[in-house]
């Protein structure tokens, strides 16, 4: 084939020249993409002065990590990081048990109102969410008692199925032979059974798919969980917390535990990505284009 | 012929008996579906036709809400053309940007994969935390943006970001940009990914090479994926929330306020809204208008890239 042309790639100046430019212009675009992050990250060891001084550049002149401590104790962190993680982690678990059981059937089901519901579903996308939908919600969640534990936030996260997961999972069973299922019946297994023996551990990359997309949302989730604790500090997340303490008055004189709040939201996050950031990419773009 | 009837009315009663495992197995997805995506939905449909404070009985006052909205609300229209002006200039932005990126990431460059991984990061932290750091790196006293275009000359007096038009609106698109520009990227990765390697040796042998390589060949196959990649982008940036919530709260004097913000604050008017009781009727009327401008706007553009599409 080389006989015909240059491959992409092959060197030649003008395509060196671009090799270089495509460099700089790359390495530029990531800095950018880093620096606020480092910024915060470096900002939760500078002292309160240093921030009201303008002292000093991103890099702190003095190390202070006990702005972390402060944050965790005097400014309720250990709370929050605590609600986050108890709020995230049930809401991974009830949401793969929802999604996968959906996408288990409308894969393998057959059974009348298959379609109908599938297509609702499907609709549902183009209904309102958000900041829209979120006070009648919020009322359902009061009429039932679900407004004064983390338990409201928790349902909502479990039960507001995200199409595109249930899709992704559908289209994955899909994908599995179908001989499986037979050889279950003939051993025996309903329905049921040849879910949770044969194709649930199966699924399991695409459940580890569902649980970081599920992760991510609920991690970083600002809309529900400001309006859930609206009148509960207790309840916040880590989220709301970080947020709460720009808008609170007291906001100019705690930059200090405001950003080592940022940082102690941003770590678990940052850290699962460092080492899983091929299988992030792809999860949260499979996620997506199915969306 | 009544016989066949009551067969086939046995069969559907037997087959929904024999599904009764799967419909059980649906239930949490459906009772969900329910409570949480269609009640809201015609909840706020049908609160759009009352007075209501969130508190005493809400009154049907008919389309009164709806009148308002068309012919006594000018912050609310100036809301929807700020939606506008922001969607328009982060996807001015944002697309070319992506597309650029992309290329260059295709190139496979050494550590391409980090800098991939690097470019995606932003997308993996919370749009409202961040929102935090951008306000402190845009701060008009001695925040760091300030303090490098001092140093570098570019400007004399400190630029209040946040405080000023159409500073603020700036801010608001670049931020938003910085976070969600890595997903754009990505996709527009994996379409140029998709390109078969023959079709650009078949396009040297007639000279289509650099530029025209770009134009002749990598556009026109690209086109199917920037048109989901775009209407994903301009849905998005149609429900902005997060970024101007947290970074302006619509400020300064509503210059970034948008359709959801605006919204809002109807909803839960705490801290900045125009009064102090709740208008969730009329905040439900500017909810069910907003939800059709998205769905028109969504409507025009899936038509017009159709039409580009029989074109091309």
């Known amino acids: 084939?080389?006989?015909?042309?240059?491959?992409?790639?092959?060197?030649?100046?003008?395509?060196?020249?671009?090799?270089?430019?495509?460099?700089?212009?790359?390495?530029?675009?990531?800095?950018?993409?880093?620096?606020?992050?480092?910024?915060?990250?470096?900002?939760?060891?500078?002292?309160?002065?240093?921030?009201?001084?303008?002292?000093?550049?991103?890099?702190?002149?003095?190390?202070?990590?006990?702005?972390?401590?402060?944050?965790?104790?005097?400014?309720?962190?250990?709370?929050?990081?605590?609600?986050?993680?108890?709020?995230?982690?049930c809401a991974i678990i009830g949401c793969l048990l929802v999604t996968?059981?959906?996408?288990?059937?409308?894969?393998?089901?057959?059974?009348?109102?298959?379609?109908?519901?599938?297509?609702?579903?499907?609709?549902?996308?183009?209904?309102?969410?958000?900041?829209?939908?979120?006070?009648?919600i919020f009322s359902l969640a009061k009429t039932l008692g679900l407004n004064t534990s983390l338990w409201g936030l928790i349902v909502i996260y479990i039960f507001s199925i995200n199409v595109a997961n249930v899709y992704l999972v559908m289209g994955y069973v899909k994908g599995l032979p179908k001989e499986?299922?037979?050889?279950?019946?003939?051993?025996?297994?309903?329905?049921?059974?040849?879910?949770?023996?044969v194709i649930l551990p199966l699924c399991k990359p695409i459940?580890?798919?569902?649980?970081?997309?599920?992760?991510?949302?609920?991690?970083?989730?600002?809309?529900?969980?400001?309006?859930?604790?609206?009148?509960?500090?207790?309840?916040?997340?880590?989220?709301?917390?970080?947020?709460?303490?720009?808008?609170?008055?007291?906001?100019?004189?705690?930059?200090?535990?405001?950003?080592?709040?940022?940082?102690?939201?941003?770590?678990?996050?940052?850290?699962?990505?460092?080492?899983?950031?091929?299988?992030?990419?792809?999860?949260?773009?499979?996620?997506?284009?199915?969306? | 012929m009544n016989n066949k009837l009551v067969a086939k009315k046995q069969s559907l009663w037997h087959r929904i008996k024999q599904g009764r495992v799967a419909y059980l197995m649906l239930l949490p997805a459906v009772v969900g579906f329910v409570l949480l995506t269609l009640y809201p939905n015609l909840w706020v449909v049908s609160l759009s036709f009352f007075k209501y404070d969130g508190i005493t009985n809400p009154t049907f006052i008919?389309?009164?809400?709806?009148?308002?909205?068309?012919?006594?609300?000018?912050?609310?229209?100036?809301?929807?053309?700020?939606?506008?002006?922001?969607?328009?200039?982060?996807?001015?932005?944002?697309?070319?940007l992506a597309l650029i990126l992309a290329v260059m990431l295709n190139r496979k460059l050494r550590g391409s994969n980090l800098i991939r991984g690097l470019i995606f990061l932003p997308n993996v932290t919370s749009a409202a935390v961040m929102a935090v750091v951008f306000s402190l790196l845009f701060s008009a006293y001695n925040g760091v943006i300030n303090n490098a275009l001092f140093t570098l000359g570019a400007i004399d007096y400190p630029i209040e970001w946040l405080g000023t038009s159409p500073h603020a609106m700036i801010v608001v698109i670049l931020v938003s940009t910085w976070q969600s520009i890595g997903i754009n990227t990505i996709f527009f990765l994996s379409g140029l990914q998709g390109i078969p390697e023959d079709?650009?040796?078949?396009?040297?042998?007639?000279?289509?090479?650099?530029?025209?390589?770009?134009?002749?060949?990598?556009?026109?196959?690209?086109?199917?994926?920037?048109?989901?990649?775009?209407?994903?982008?301009?849905?998005?940036?149609?429900?902005?929330?997060?970024?101007v919530k947290v970074l302006t709260a619509g400020g300064p004097s509503g210059t970034t306020e948008v359709m959801m913000t605006y919204i809002y604050s109807h909803f839960f008017p705490s801290s900045y809204a125009q009064s102090v009781v709740s208008q969730v009727g009329y905040g439900s009327a500017l909810g069910v208008i907003a939800s059709l401008i998205i769905g028109v706007v969504t409507s025009i553009y899936l038509y017009v890239s159709r039409k580009m599409d029989d074109i091309a």
């Not at chain 1, 092959?10 to 495509?22: A, C, D, P, Q, V």
């Open chain 1, 1 to 89: 084939m080389s006989k015909f042309g240059k491959k992409p790639g092959e060197k030649t100046t003008g395509s060196r020249i671009f090799n270089l430019f495509s460099y700089v212009f790359l390495i530029i675009s990531s800095c950018v993409s880093l620096f606020p992050i480092f910024y915060a990250v470096m900002g939760s060891f500078k002292s309160n002065l240093d921030f009201i001084t303008g002292k000093g550049g991103v890099i702190p002149q003095s190390w202070h990590p006990e702005n972390y401590v402060k944050a965790w104790e005097t400014a309720n962190f250990a709370r929050y990081t605590l609600n986050s993680v108890f709020v995230t982690l």
């Open chain 1, 100 to 136: 996968s059981m959906a996408g288990y059937v409308f894969a393998r089901g057959a059974f009348p109102g298959k379609k109908l519901i599938m297509g609702l579903f499907l609709g549902s996308m183009f209904l309102a969410t958000g900041a829209i939908t979120i006070f009648p």
């Open chain 1, 180 to 197: 499986l299922d037979e050889a279950a019946r003939i051993d025996g297994c309903g329905f049921f059974a040849t879910f949770m023996r």
């Open chain 1, 207 to 291: 459940l580890a798919t569902v649980a970081l997309l599920v992760f991510k949302l609920v991690w970083n989730d600002y809309l529900m969980p400001m309006v859930f604790t609206l009148s509960n500090d207790n309840l916040k997340t880590l989220t709301v917390g970080v947020v709460s303490l720009k808008s609170s008055g007291g906001g100019a004189g705690a930059y200090d535990i405001m950003l080592a709040g940022t940082a102690i939201s941003l770590i678990p996050m940052l850290t699962f990505y460092a080492f899983t950031s091929k299988f992030f990419i792809s999860g949260i773009t499979a996620g997506a284009v199915k969306g």
């Open chain 2, 62 to 96: 008919g389309l009164e809400n709806y009148v308002r909205l068309f012919t006594r609300d000018p912050l609310w229209w100036r809301a929807v053309l700020n939606t506008a002006v922001f969607s328009v200039g982060k996807l001015l932005i944002e697309m070319p």
């Open chain 2, 199 to 243: 079709v650009y040796e078949s396009g040297d042998i007639d000279g289509a090479v650099g530029i025209k390589r770009f134009i002749y060949i990598t556009l026109p196959l690209l086109a199917r994926m920037l048109q989901l990649i775009l209407m994903l982008a301009i849905i998005g940036s149609l429900q902005m929330f997060d970024i």
